[in-house]
Structure formats: C-alpha cells, structure tokens
C-alpha cells in the first residue's frame, strides 16, 4: 500500500460514492455560526536562515521577569551538570525500548527513579512515572476504585484544595467508570480541609479521600488527623503532594497510624524546567499490597543465570500488551527524558541537598510573609502553617495590580479569582530559592507603589 | 510428554478440573493449563461468599509470561479458598490437582452436564495442538 493516502481521483470517487459534490459539504453539519470563515494567513515557508532570524527576533522579546507565580509550576534551580547529561544521545533519544532487557542503562536509570521516589514519599514500590500531575491523580483514584471492589460505586472525597486542573483531569478521565467525586470545601479560615466538614458527608462506598499537601493555596493540610479519619472509614488516602516539599514534611507513607496507601504529584520540582507548562511528568507510589493495581512500567532489580545483576521490566501483566482490556490503564505512557533528569539532580542533590532547597523555599517565603504584613492593602488570608506559597488579598483589583508590575519585569503571582471566586481580590505568591533578599525588598517595595499609585487613580 | 488428566474429575472447556466432594465442589487448573502458563507467580482469588455465575470469571492466574482468567465452571456460592497459593502461587505448578486447588463452590443446582470428562477433555486437548 502507498504512503500516499490519496489521489485527486480516489478524493473524487469517494465522494460519488458518498453522493457529496465536494469536500466542503461534508462540514455542513457543523451549524455556520461555530465556524471559522478565515483562517489567519498562514505564510508561505521559509528557509532555515530567515526562519533562524525571524526566531531570534522573537527570542529577543522575552524578558528577564522576576518569578513568583507557583500554582502547580514551579522555578528551581537546576544544576547545569543535569541536562548536560540527560541531552546525552543514549538517553535523548531512546524512545520506549521495545525490547526492554536490551537496554539495560535505562532500565537501571528508571530502577534508581522508583527507588528515590518510593522513599522520598516514605512507601514501598513507584511506577516509572506518568504523563504529567494531573493523570497520575486520575491514575491514584482508578487504583483506589480497583481495590475497593467491593463497592459497587465509589464516592471520593476530592477537597477543592486540591490543584483546580487536576482536579479537571480527575473529572475527564474517571467520570464514565462509576465513580463520584465529592467535592469537599474548605474551611474559609484556615484555607485547608476539615474534619468537621468531612463529618458531614455521606460515608456510604466511601474509596478513598484525597489530601494535598501542601494544598493549591500552599497551606499544610492536617494529614495525620485526615489519614486517620479516612482509614477509620475504610477509605483509602491519596495524597498529591509536591516532591519536594516531601524532603522536609512528613512524607505520605508516614501519615497518621498506617500511612497514606497511594502517593501521587507531579515531578517538575525535580529537576525539570517550567518551559511554558510542558512537558513535566507524574509520578505515583504505593503500598506494596496495591503494587498489583499500580498502573505503567515497573523496573525490578534481579539476577542472570550466572547471578550477575540485571534488571528487567516486572509485573508486566498489569500492562496493556499483555492483558489490554485488563491492563490498570491503557494511558500510562512514561516520561523518560523528565525522568532522566530528575534522577540525575536528585543524585546531585541528595536527600541533604533537596531538603535545604525545601527549607530555603520555606524560609524565603515566611521572609516575604513577614515584608507583606507591613503593606497597606495586602492581607494574608489564611492563618496556616505553609510551605513556599501564599494567599493574599489585595486592596486594589488583582488584574491592574498584575499588569502594573508586570511592567515593571516583576510577575507577582497567580490571580485565584478564575477558579476561587469566593476568595475576591486574591493573589498566590510563590517564593522559591531563587530569591534573594533584595529580589523579595524588590518585590515588596514595587507592589507598594503600585497599590498606592491604584489607590489614587 | 503427556500431561496427566485424572479419570476421576470433571473438566470445562476452559481448562478448569472440578472435583465434587459431598455437598462441595473444589476448583483447580488442569496440569495442561498449568504446563502452558508456565511459572506461577501470582493467584487472584475470588472472596468467600461470593456467588458465582456459570462461566463468570472469578480468579487470574499469572505466570512470568502470561496471565489468564478463571472462569467458574459451576454456579454457585464460594466457601473457601486455596489461601497457601498466595504465598506459594507455584503450588499450581507443582500438584495442579492435589495442594494447587483455587476454590470451593457450594453448588446451586447438582447438574453438571455442561462438564466433560477425562476423555473429552483429552480428545479436545489433542484438537487444539492442531
């Protein structure tokens, strides 16, 4: 068969068949009011100089801003050894080994990534990752459905400090599979999940209640006191957690009595760069007794004939090519190039490493805490501990504000009224290490003038 | 090499051998199936109390190569299952009759026409290796 997929006469005798005069009617269906009569002119093609240049020149438009938007996305240093290494040729373009045990560099590569995983998040086994956050909590919660079988609908606890486009995901991916997810609200006060509030929910084919940590407002959730609950229950815990914060929390495995049973997150604190949102990667932890019902690859350590260590792709009958409409998940892709990366600066880091990063993060933004309440017009809305985010609501509308400073290369943070309306003129600020004291005295003084030059407007 | 098939049990279809004792019925895979799966290396079982449908599939076997669903060769209630094969899911390979057992149906009805025996089971054994 050509490659080829049609010729001008197959277009034709298709459409006799079909009794269409042309290609055009086949969209008459869509009603013309949704259509898009003209396409912007896309341009005729360049050559690789005036395509170079016209790159340059935009290349040339970006700015040097001063960070301090978070939400989901955040900006580390990276050392430089990490990508140089990771854009070596055996590991930039080796795409999924087919022949998996022939390529035994990536496998031991992944082998080291679950081991850090698994006890960076204090659990038992790790998959060698996932697309991106937002799946492997869609990933954790299909788990949590297959494990408590017994239940014929599962109800889980989904708290709305949970990242708003995960829980999007969430949403898109599990709502045809009779599972509910209950929304549960936060406490106005305290920005975080309440016991009291969890009290009122129906506990019938009660799966699995979610707990993020730090939440989407960076607040610390009570994790000892929701794990308990949520095993008293006979639920499972999820938590969705930031990696790194985990180098300085308690990590999942060590919540309440028994631990949280699944642990899930996305992995670009570790090591990947914001690159406009993409690509990043997830990853998700268990207990060995779900190891079963965890979906993706799974590297395992084991001996030759000759007891030489190898290592090789294990549980595989969990997976799609051996048992495809059995498999715990047919959109299980790895990320192995984000992974590579990740691996490699956490070896640089080392558990000391990403633990003073956390703490710097943390000390950052309790520094910049302290500057903001001294501002007219800015209040911390939340009396919680945090780690390297914060709420606060702004005197002057959050978009001017934004604006303002965005002019002046400062980008001062995420505006929260698309997703948390209640909340009014509020702003997440991230502070990372890669602040200094004079970017936060910076920071501080700029967002001084401009609410004081809005106030007079 | 022959695989060995009891003269004294029941076979499905579905490589499954049932054996009735009293009121009970233990459940097991055939020494072919077992052959063919190769190594053992994870049981799932169905949970006690459960009630079982002809031919709904209640367990999964997996082998280093292969995993395949049990399907119930009789209706009825689960009143035990093979807990040792948890542990030592290779019981399965090693005494496919005898400690390799999976379930134990009570029966619904005491019919079991729908099973083969040793011979029938023998014959369609040969006529799928062709």
Same mark, same amino acid.
């Given at each position: 068969m050509p490659f080829i997929p049609h010729t001008e006469q197959d277009v034709k005798d298709m459409l006799a068949a079909m009794g269409?005069?042309?290609?055009?009617?086949?969209?008459?269906?869509?009603p013309a009011s949704l259509?898009?009569?003209?396409?912007p002119p896309i341009p005729s093609q360049l050559t690789e100089m005036e395509l170079s240049r016209l790159m340059r020149e935009r290349a040339a438009k970006d700015v040097n801003t001063l960070n301090f938007i978070g939400a989901g996305a955040y900006e580390h240093h990276i050392p430089a050894a990490v990508w140089d290494v990771t854009s070596r040729g055996e590991f930039l373009t080796?795409? #999924?080994?087919?022949?998996?045990?022939?390529s035994q560099g990536t496998l031991q590569l992944l082998y080291e990534y679950q081991t850090m995983m698994a006890s960076l998040m204090s659990l038992d086994v790790s998959n060698a990752?996932?697309?991106d956050g937002g799946s492997s909590l869609a990933e954790a919660v299909l788990m949590a459905a297959r494990t408590h079988r017994k239940n014929k609908t599962h109800r889980i606890l989904m708290p709305a400090t949970v990242h708003p486009l995960y829980r999007q995901v969430v949403k898109t991916i599990v709502?045809?599979?009779?599972i509910e997810i209950v929304e549960i609200p936060y406490?106005?006060? #305290?920005g975080k999940t309440s016991i009291a509030v969890l009290e009122?929910? !129906?506990?019938?084919?009660? !799966?699995a209640l979610v707990i993020p940590?730090?939440?989407?407002?960076g607040v610390l959730e009570d994790v000892d006191a929701l794990t308990h609950w949520a095993h008293a229950q006979n639920a499972l815990v999820i938590g969705v957690v930031n990696p790194l914060a985990m180098a300085l929390l308690k990590p999942p495995g060590q919540?309440?009595?028994?631990?949280?049973d699944i642990a899930c997150g996305e992995g670009?604190?570790?090591?990947? *760069?914001?690159a406009s949102g993409g690509p990043y990667y997830g990853f998700l932890c268990c207990k060995q007794e779900h190891v079963r019902q965890l979906p993706g690859r799974i590297v395992g350590r084991t001996v030759d004939q000759s007891g030489k260590q190898g290592f090789v792709l294990t549980l595989?009958?969990?997976e799609q090519h051996i048992r495809r409409a059995k498999a #715990?998940?047919?959109i299980c892709t790895n990320q192995g190039l984000l992974v590579t990366a990740s691996t490699i600066h956490m070896s640089l880091l080392g558990p000391t490493g990403l633990r003073k990063t956390a703490l710097v993060c943390h000390q950052n933004l309790c520094a910049l805490r302290e500057k903001l309440s001294?501002?007219?017009g800015v209040r911390p809305l939340f009396s919680s501990h945090l780690f390297h985010e914060i709420v606060v609501e702004l005197k002057q509308p959050v978009e001017s504000v934004l604006t303002e400073l965005a002019k002046n290369k400062i980008q001062a943070g995420f505006n929260l009224k698309k997703y948390y *309306?209640?909340?009014?003129?509020a702003l997440l600020i991230c502070v990372t290490e890669t602040k200094t004291p004079e970017d936060l005295d910076l920071f501080v003084s700029q967002l001084h003038d401009v609410l004081r030059g809005l106030a007079h407007v | 090499m022959m695989n060995s098939v009891p003269k004294t049990l029941k076979y499905s279809k579905t490589h499954e051998w049932v054996r009735q004792d009293d009121d009970v019925i233990t459940v097991g895979i055939t020494d072919h199936a077992q052959c063919m799966l190769g190594d053992l290396v994870y049981v799932e079982l169905p949970d006690v109390e459960m009630s079982l449908e002809l031919g709904q599939e209640c367990a999964v076997v997996e082998s280093v190569k292969a995993a395949a669903d049990i399907y119930c060769p009789v209706p009825g209630e689960i009143?035990?299952?093979?807990?040792?094969?948890?542990?030592?899911?290779?019981l399965v390979n090693e005494d496919p009759y005898g400690k390799g057992w999976l379930f134990r149906i009570r029966p619904f009805?005491?019919?079991?026409?729908e099973l083969l025996t040793a011979d029938e089971y023998t014959r369609q054994v040969a006529s799928e290796a062709h």
């Open positions: 269409a005069a042309s290609i055009d009617q086949l969209f008459d269906e869509i259509r898009v009569k003209d396409l080796a795409y #999924t080994p087919y022949q998996a045990e022939a990752s996932l697309y709502s045809q599979q009779d406490d106005p006060a #305290t009122k929910m !129906t506990k019938e084919n009660l !799966t940590q730090p939440n989407f407002f919540w309440g009595k028994n631990g949280a670009q604190p570790l090591g990947v *760069p914001l595989q009958a969990r #715990t998940s047919n001294k501002l007219d *309306p209640e909340l009014g003129n | 009143v035990e299952v093979n807990e040792s094969l948890f542990d030592n899911p290779q009805e005491s019919d079991f026409h």
